[in-house]
Nanobody
Framework: QVHLVESGGDLVRPGGSLRLSCGASGINFRLHPMFWYRQTPGQQRDLVAGITSDFNRTYADSVKDRFVISRDNVRATVNLQMNSLRPDDTAVYYC?????????WGRGTQVTVSS
C-alpha cells in the first residue's frame, strides 16, 4: 500500500521560507516520479513541482526561481524548499506519486503566508 505523509507546513510572513517534506512507503521510491501540488478552497489542485527518477525537475511558472524540489532516495523523501513566499502561495500542499497507473496522494500540509 502506497503511503505518503507530508510535513513542514506553517504560518510564515511574506518573503519568508519553508521546507516541506514528504515521506513515502509502499513503493520502490527511487523508481518513481514525485510531485508537489497545491490547492486553495474552491480551486483545482495544481502542479507546483515534479522530479523524475533520474532527477529531472519541472516547476510551475509561478514558483520558478523561488522553489526547489529535491529527493533523497535513501530516506525515501521528497522535499520542497520554498523561498520568497508570497500570500498567493497560501494553500494546502500535497505530495503525490504515480504507481502502476494510479496517482497517490498524501493528506496535505497547510502553508499560510500572511503578515
Amino acid at each position: 500500500q502506497v503511503h505518503l505523509v507530508e510535513s513542514g507546513g506553517d504560518l510564515v510572513r511574506p518573503g519568508g521560507s519553508l521546507r516541506l517534506s514528504c515521506g513515502a512507503s509502499g513503493i520502490n521510491f527511487r523508481l518513481h516520479p514525485m510531485f508537489w501540488y497545491r490547492q486553495t478552497p474552491g480551486q483545482q489542485r495544481d502542479l507546483v513541482a515534479g522530479i523524475t527518477s533520474d532527477f529531472n525537475r519541472t516547476y510551475a511558472d509561478s514558483v520558478k526561481d523561488r522553489f526547489v524540489i529535491s529527493r533523497d532516495n535513501v530516506r525515501a523523501t521528497v522535499n520542497l524548499q520554498m523561498n520568497s513566499l508570497r500570500p498567493d502561495d497560501t494553500a494546502v500542499y500535497y505530495c503525490s506519486t504515480r504507481y502502476r497507473g494510479n496517482q497517490y496522494w498524501g493528506r496535505g500540509t497547510q502553508v499560510t503566508v500572511s503578515s
